[in-house]
């Protein structure tokens, strides 16, 4: 009897130390492509989980969900959203639009799927941090198209109070030694760089100080 009362009173214990600890987590979504996805390497380094690893270093209770899915575009991004916030969210890393481009999509129709993520997001979880990932695309997609694409990512973010960041592939766009033989999708040092260009952006939000 004595050995019932003790179990039950450490499995109390454990569970009033633990409970605080786990209802404390927050959760990061990273809503993104093939580049989010980690496409060519395993996933453990794609730059989601070296974010993760960083946090963890930091003693930082964030939970980060890597919810990258190679050839999706806005669009696909936008149906999958609804699956990723039935779970309420604190931070949500919106980095699409490079399928779009390079699609030739309409860059007003990919405007207004990113600002309808947006609002999604803030009906499910009203205080969420929103932070938007830019990409870029190559001269040969023509100048007119070119800028009226990367026109988008500022005007959203402008419009919609999000933290930007203005380039996923900053550094490593270009520079064989970052990429796969494909040169689209960056390698394991690739993703280093794409974390801490990620990090850099999101630093600031992690501690609450904007």
Not at 36 to 60: F, N, S, V
Not at 63 to 83: F, H, M
Request: proline letters at 4%; hydrophobic letters at 45%.
């Amino acid at each position: 009897m004595r050995n019932v009362c003790l179990t039950g009173a450490l499995i109390w214990w454990l569970g009033n130390l633990l409970f605080p600890l786990l209802a404390a987590e927050k959760r990061l979504v990273i809503l993104g492509d093939s580049l989010t996805a980690g496409y060519g390497i395993a996933k453990e380094d794609a730059y989601p989980a070296l974010i993760q690893k960083r946090l963890e270093a930091a003693g930082e209770p964030w939970k980060v969900i890597n919810g990258g899915r190679s050839g999706d575009t806005t669009k696909n991004g936008l149906a999958r959203l609804r699956w990723l916030m039935k779970r309420p969210a604190d931070m949500l890393i919106i980095a699409l639009g490079g399928n779009d481009g390079l699609r030739g999509l309409k860059a007003d129709e990919m405007e207004k799927n990113l600002k309808a993520m947006v609002a999604m997001a803030r009906e499910k979880s009203p205080d969420i941090a929103i932070v938007l990932v830019g990409m870029e695309m190559p001269d040969n997609m023509g100048k007119e198209y070119v800028e009226a694409f990367q026109a988008v990512y500022p005007r959203v973010a402008e419009s919609e109070k999000l933290t930007l960041i203005p380039f996923l592939l900053k550094g490593i766009a270009g520079v064989e030694r970052y990429n796969l033989d494909d040169r689209v999708h960056p390698n394991e040092d690739g993703h280093k760089i794409m974390a801490e260009t990620v990090w850099n952006g999101i630093e600031a939000l992690l501690r609450g100080d904007e």
